[in-house]
């Protein structure tokens, strides 16, 4: 598989490694869990292995985590935990969300292992990390319980069949125009996981002096394991008008049981009076020529195939975050900018692309890309249709573009807010280097 061109990242995409402290296993220090494993866990791990999250074991006490110290190595070693599948070298390395390991994080745990997974002194053992009563929700730490949550109807999916999609409509309890600044979604139960491909939420509402009628504005958020959430940044977010509603639309498939379920979706508004400057749109850059709603696609048997797409930016805008869309044979996707100068930026590539993970990439707010009117947003898919992908179904086959999983896709989604020019240029007043970069145009 080609690999991206290796750019210097100029103001507009800066990168930093991600870094937490761990030993220095170069100083023949011992490693212990308490000094040393359990502070990286915490900040890394414990998010989802702990009670009653969807990891399949706690990695809280020591006594937890001893069993499974191998497995750990294994596993982070390989960097397929945490579920963090960018490519560390190029392009914005700076996330929200960062949930990477550093190399020297990964050589402590290493080393822990090998010495025998040993506890260590308990009085070095950091106090355990207090999570909130969030009843599941990730944003409960940072916000607390959401506004409100909007249910889907219930759909019950038999033990075998053919994949359904489901798109019931939920009416949403605003009574008067509300900004939100946050969403959250997730399956009702544990058990509708394992049935749930993926569960968009469309917002649907008539807007303001607008006489076409209730339509479809774009995206409030989309569930795939490990996309959880959307965090608009600071003055950003999205309106919604008295009569608004969910147009949900689930992709079940069948696993071998009957489960009924329902998607929730949580919503965070800004306060009362509190209106931000921008709406953010959900945006999908297709990464096959046509749209992202019908890509056009020919995945040879026994291959691997590269496939590009390109749309252009009609404002000044930011993008918010990167997250990669394809389904078995998916194996890495590109992110790339081309300013109307014909210069070439890369925003992000991920190489090894899983598609039990749909990993979200929120930047951080001051690595986020600004790019001028007319850039050309440029997205790279590659597939593995080969026996050496050991996701795929049948490298015997041809696959084309389709919403079953043994189907494909190729897009990546990014929350866009688009700005005014006025906007645009006092930035680039205030970053001189990415104003030298695009001050051919």
């Known amino acids: 598989m080609p690999t991206p061109r290796k750019q210097f990242v100029a103001a507009m995409f800066l990168a930093v490694p991600a870094w937490l402290g761990a030993a220095d296993v170069s100083s023949n220090q011992p490693v212990t869990f308490a000094k040393d494993i359990a502070p990286i866990l915490q900040a890394k791990c414990q998010n989802c292995h702990r009670a009653g999250q969807m990891a399949p074991m706690s990695l809280v006490g020591y006594e937890e985590v001893r069993p499974w110290a191998k497995a750990i ?9 945490p579920p963090w599948h960018v490519d560390p070298t190029i392009g914005i390395q700076k996330f929200a969300n960062d949930l990477s390991l550093s190399d020297m994080q990964i050589a402590a ?6 010495d025998g997974a040993p506890l260590g002194n308990v009085a070095d053992m950091p106090p355990a990390k207090q999570w909130a009563d969030d ?19 219930p759909y019950t999916m038999a033990p075998k069949g053919q994949d359904v999609w489901f798109k019931p409509l939920t009416a949403i309890p605003v009574t008067e125009p509300r900004w939100v600044r946050a969403v959250e979604i997730r399956p009702g139960t544990a058990a509708g996981r394992k049935i749930t491909h993926h569960a968009l939420a469309f917002l ?8 076409t009628g209730i339509v479809t504005q774009g995206l409030l958020m989309e569930w795939a394991v490990n996309k959880n959430y959307d965090v608009y940044r600071e003055n950003t977010g999205k309106l919604l008008v008295p ?43 297709p990464a096959t020529p046509g749209t992202a709603a019908l890509g056009v696609m020919d ?47 890369t925003i992000s590539y991920v190489d090894r692309f899983n598609f039990n993970w749909m990993t ?26 080969t026996a050496a992908n050991k996701n795929n179904p049948d490298p015997t086959q041809w696959v084309g573009w389709g919403d079953r999983t043994v189907d494909e896709m190729g897009h990546a989604w990014v929350n866009v807010t688009y700005i005014s020019q006025e906007d645009y240029q006092e930035w680039l007043t205030k970053h001189p280097q990415a104003n030298a970069a695009v001050a051919a145009r």
């Not at 009843?135 to 889907?152: I, N, R, T």
């Not at 390109?310 to 300013?339: C, D, S, V």
């Not at 979200?360 to 007319?374: C, E, H, Q, R, W």
């Open 299 to 345: 995945i040879p048997p026994n291959s691997i195939t590269e496939s590009e797409g390109y749309q252009t930016l009609p404002a000044p805008a930011i993008l918010e975050n990167f997250q990669p869309h394809m389904h078995l044979r998916g194996k890495a996707m590109l992110l790339e900018a081309i300013l109307p100068d014909g210069a070439k930026r």
């Open 135 to 153: 009843g599941g929700w990730k944003l409960a730490e940072k916000f607390g319980q959401p506004d409100f949550v909007v249910k889907s109807e």
């Open 243 to 285: 009569g608004a509603r969910v147009w949900w639309e689930m992709h079940y498939h069948a696993v071998g049981e009957e489960i009924r379920d329902n998607v929730e979706l949580a919503i965070y508004l800004y306060p009362k009076g509190q209106e931000p400057k921008y709406r953010t749109y959900l945006t999908p850059f």
């Open 204 to 211: 649907q509402q008539q807007e303001p002096g607008s006489n």
């Open 109 to 114: 745990i290493a080393k822990w292992v090998d």
């Open 73 to 81: 190595k294994q596993r982070v070693l390989t960097r397929q935990m």
């Open 360 to 385: 979200n990439y929120i930047f951080d707010d001051d690595a986020m890309p600004v790019l001028p009117k007319g850039t050309i947003i440029h997205t790279v898919a590659w597939y593995d249709n």
